[in-house]
C-alpha cells in the first residue's frame, strides 16, 4: 500500500458510498437484457438421439433375457 492520508468512512445500512473519481464510468456499452446463453438448435437431434439409443439398450436387454430363459 501506498504512503499517504488514509481515513475511515463509515456507512449506515441504506447508505451508497461515493467517491470523487478523476475519471467517469461509462455504462453506454452495457447490454441491459437477458443474456443469451447456450445454442437449443441441436436439442432435437440430441433428444432423439438418447431415445435411439435407450431402445436400442433395452432391445438388447430383452433378447438376452430371452436367450437365458430359453436356456
Known amino acids: 500500500m ?19 473519481f478523476p475519471f467517469q464510468i461509462d455504462d453506454g456499452g452495457v447490454p441491459l437484457g437477458l443474456p443469451k446463453t447456450g445454442d437449443t438448435g441441436n436439442l432435437p437431434y440430441a433428444l432423439l438421439t438418447a431415445i435411439m439409443a435407450g431402445a436400442l439398450i433395452g432391445a438388447m436387454a430383452l433378447r438376452r433375457k430371452k436367450e437365458t430363459e430359453e436356456e
Open 2 to 20: 501506498e504512503s499517504g492520508i488514509y481515513t475511515l468512512t463509515t456507512i449506515d445500512e441504506n447508505g451508497v458510498p461515493l467517491a470523487s
